[in-house]
């Protein structure tokens, strides 16, 4: 996707992978400035724990906790998180998405949701969102709830959005869902991060059950389409980076299709 972006615009970059283990994070981000490395993604499990070797963050990025994209700024790491933006681009453009039907968490908050819901495996950590949000966006309504229970299903029976931030339904959990089918009804867009595989069991059963749902690769290509951004200083050639990861071509066949 960024290298088919900077050919787009004939520059003379190249965008690679660096699997990094959790003890190597320190050293790895720390060395970006000395090889000339403009930026870099930062993905699971690093979001977290890369704040503690940067210079500098935006304001949200502080705000979420996490960062996504480093930019290296006259030898300074400046960190930066465009999920939640690449989210509400990807909601807008792909999912139809008006009203509460904006984004998760934060970014949903602060675009004007008049409540959100927020289930996670570990309740603590739930809870310690919901508090973060509530401070920094406090007009919604703001609750945590268990991911298992009856507590879900109702929250989701008033629900226009689902968005599904797990790693459930990717790797060796790829035949699992972490909402039960039953919980769904066909009024909810359920949109799933995970882009690999394309459709999730998630995915699957909301689209069985008549819900409009939206997978991950239009996060992916939004955020990073802001990501190039921050990078380049230039407009992110988004129909490029959407062509690259398929968007437009399996768009073109829903038209087809009439899905």
Same mark, same amino acid.
């Given at each position: +996707?960024? $290298?088919?972006?900077?050919? %787009?615009?004939? =520059?003379?970059?190249?965008?690679?992978?660096?699997?990094?283990?959790?003890?190597?994070? @320190?050293? %790895?981000?720390? @060395?970006? %400035?000395? =090889?000339?490395?403009?930026?870099?993604?930062?993905?699971?499990?690093?979001?977290?724990?890369?704040?503690?070797?940067?210079?500098?963050?935006?304001?949200?990025?502080?705000?979420?906790?996490?960062?996504?994209?480093?930019?290296?700024? &006259? #030898?300074?790491?400046? &960190?930066? $998180?465009?999920?939640?933006?690449?989210?509400?681009?990807?909601?807008?453009?792909?999912? &139809? %998405?008006? &009203?509460?039907?904006?984004?998760?968490?934060?970014?949903?908050?602060?675009?004007?949701?008049?409540?959100?819901?927020?289930?996670?495996?570990?309740?603590?950590?739930?809870?310690?969102?919901?508090?973060?949000?509530?401070?920094?966006?406090?007009?919604?309504?703001?609750?945590?709830?268990?991911?298992?229970?009856?507590?879900?299903?109702?929250?989701?029976?008033?629900?226009?959005?689902?968005?599904?931030?797990?790693?459930?339904?990717?790797?060796?959990?790829?035949?699992?869902?972490?909402?039960?089918?039953?919980?769904?009804?066909?009024?909810?867009?359920? +949109?799933?991060?995970?882009?690999?595989?394309?459709?999730?069991?998630?995915?699957?059963?909301?689209?069985?059950? #008549?819900?409009?749902?939206?997978? @991950?690769?239009? +996060?992916?290509?939004?955020? @990073?389409?802001?990501?190039?951004?921050?990078?380049?200083?230039?407009?992110?050639?988004?129909?490029?980076?959407?062509?690259?990861?398929?968007?437009?071509?399996?768009?073109?066949?829903?038209?087809?299709? #009439?899905?």
């Amino acid at each position: +996707m960024h $290298n088919a972006a900077f050919a %787009a615009l004939e =520059l003379n970059w190249c965008y690679v992978a660096f699997p990094v283990p959790r003890d190597g994070l @320190g050293a %790895a981000v720390r @060395g970006l %400035a000395p =090889l000339g490395i403009v930026g870099a993604n930062i993905t699971v499990p690093h979001k977290e724990a890369v704040l503690a070797y940067l210079d500098d963050t935006t304001e949200d990025a502080r705000t979420i906790g996490a960062v996504n994209t480093v930019r290296v700024d &006259g #030898g300074r790491l400046i &960190g930066h $998180n465009t999920d939640g933006a690449g989210m509400l681009d990807a909601l807008r453009h792909d999912g &139809g %998405a008006g &009203g509460a039907a904006r984004a998760a968490a934060l970014a949903l908050a602060a675009a004007g949701a008049a409540s959100v819901a927020i289930a996670n495996r570990n309740w603590d950590r739930a809870a310690d969102l919901a508090q973060r949000v509530r401070r920094f966006a406090p007009a919604p309504e703001v609750d945590a709830v268990p991911l298992d229970g009856p507590a879900l299903a109702g929250v989701l029976g008033r629900a226009d959005l689902l968005i599904q931030a797990t790693t459930v339904g990717a790797g060796a959990q790829r035949a699992v869902s972490p909402v039960a089918s039953a919980a769904l009804h066909r009024r909810l867009l359920v +949109m799933d991060m995970i882009y690999e595989p394309r459709e999730t069991a998630l995915l699957r059963d909301a689209r069985a059950l #008549g819900c409009r749902v939206l997978g @991950g690769l239009a +996060m992916l290509a939004y955020q @990073g389409a802001r990501a190039f951004e921050i990078w380049t200083g230039r407009p992110a050639p988004v129909d490029v980076m959407r062509e690259a990861v398929g968007l437009l071509r399996e768009r073109s066949v829903e038209d087809r299709t #009439g899905r």
